[in-house]
């Protein structure tokens, strides 16, 4: 009796598509999705952080820590823009404190490196520490900051060994009294160690990093990391994590809602709609309608929750939050109709759909935080996701407070994806006209 049961069982698993790919695709996709996320950490998130650079002092040491900053291969360094409000075929001049601030509120850039004037004169002296380095940070992505402070602290001794000797003499003379000749050589040749690995570069030594060289060369570089974005606000980090969980159940929302013109073709609802003066189109748009009130409904439900328990600034937000919310929950409801038009029945939709949005919803950034993607597979997201889109269109809203006309991008796909869809279910949809 058992081997019988075991026979039916792979045969109805053979026949079924939908089950073979719930349990062989999906957790393959999902395996791939985080091991390409967690395997770009243990390379190093180093790798390909933007960041301004401003020199404000203009001193050797200042010209030698851009220099190094430019040449590190962790690092994207853009050292000029064209002017705010410029078209975009005006040329570039070099960054200002102002100008680096924009691109950083504007996410062209996690952080900004500024070098104060009055950083030289301090630089390499253990008494003066009145012009650290500003890191101007869009606390959105808390990794890049840390980030671009400890490769500071490296730069700092492997840039210009020879202000790290000054430094090492100041500190011995400060705490062990004067130094002797042979004290002083030996000194030379311990900051020697220290940086006779590190890759050349104008103006740069060969280094190394070591243990002792790395608590040192806190004192060489004084850091202080400034929050531009988010220290005024009132937990946004709740609005940006009510988006990507709205917009993954919305699509679930949508999906389901969508799948009643598979119950209505069972039932012969459908074909009795269809001969009566409602034709596909008019019911597609109908159904379109619905999901798309359905979503805006639940969207605003979730983010009215968040306002009253975490207390997530939702009323000083209101018409972009409501922009954002309609032209997302229109694409989702197009999505739906497309996964209902396509699918044959329930089962299939269910299946379908569920490796479809949890696939795109973890590329497109709902499950995982985007700063912690590579920057590939960000770029994926970004052109192959509906969440990702979606995602940016409310962080301009609640995080950056752009105004209303630069959310167009996203409104633009969002809507562009809605377009698409429609015609996509309504060319798949003439199955149940030509029954």
């Not at 360094?77 to 040329?91: F, I, K, M």
């Not at 060369?217 to 980090?237: C, E, M, T, Y």
């Not at 074909?271 to 409602?278: F, H, I, K």
């Amino acid at each position: 009796m058992i081997p019988t049961l075991l026979r039916i069982a792979f045969t109805t698993l053979r026949r079924d598509r939908v089950v073979q790919m719930s349990v062989f695709l999906l957790p393959i996709v999902f395996f791939t999705i985080f091991a390409a996320i967690f395997r770009s950490q243990t390379r190093g998130v180093t790798a390909g952080v933007r960041a301004a650079v401003v020199d404000e002092d203009h001193s050797e040491a200042s010209r030698r820590i851009v220099a190094a900053l430019a040449e590190e291969k962790g690092l994207r360094v853009r050292t000029a823009a064209r002017p705010e409000g410029a078209p975009r075929g005006a040329a570039e001049v070099p960054l200002d404190r102002a100008r680096a601030l924009a691109l950083v509120k504007a996410g062209d850039v996690p952080v900004a490196i500024v070098i104060p004037a009055g950083f030289g004169a301090g630089f390499g002296a253990f008494e003066s520490r009145a012009a650290p380095i500003e890191l101007l940070s869009d606390s959105s992505d808390p990794v890049a900051p840390q980030v671009v402070s400890g490769l500071l602290q490296r730069i700092g001794m492997t840039a210009a060994p020879d202000l790290f000797e000054k430094l090492g003499f100041s500190l011995f003379e400060r705490y062990g009294g004067p130094m002797t000749g042979q004290q002083r050589e030996a000194m030379r040749r311990w900051t020697s160690s220290l940086t006779d690995t590190a890759p050349a570069g104008p103006g740069r030594a060969p280094g190394r990093r070591s243990a002792a060289g790395d608590s040192l060369s806190a004192s060489i570089v004084p850091v202080r990391i400034v929050d531009v974005l988010g220290d005024q606000k009132r937990n946004p980090v709740v609005a940006l994590t009510a988006a990507g969980i709205a917009v993954m159940f919305l699509l679930f929302s949508a999906s389901s809602a969508g799948g009643a013109l598979l119950d209505e073709v069972e039932s012969g609802t459908l074909e009795r709609l269809l001969t009566s003066r409602a034709g596909m189109g008019t019911i597609l748009a109908g159904k379109w309608l619905y999901v798309t009130l359905l979503g805006v409904f639940q969207v605003t439900v979730m983010f009215v929750w968040g306002m009253a328990v975490f207390q997530l600034d939702l009323m000083h937000h209101l018409p972009g939050f409501f922009i954002m919310t309609f032209f997302t929950a229109a694409a989702a409801a197009g999505f739906g109709l497309v996964l209902a038009t396509l699918c044959r029945t329930r089962q299939q939709l269910g299946g379908v759909s569920t490796i479809l949005i949890l696939s795109q919803s973890a590329v497109g950034g709902s499950m995982f935080p985007r700063f912690i993607m590579s920057e590939g597979l960000r770029a994926i997201g970004r052109f192959t996701t509906f969440n990702a889109n979606a995602l940016d269109g409310y962080e301009k809203v609640f995080w950056r407070e752009a105004p209303l006309t630069d959310l167009w991008p996203q409104v633009l796909v969002l809507a562009i994806l809605t377009v698409v869809f429609l015609a996509i279910a309504r060319a798949l949809a003439r199955r149940w006209e030509s029954t």
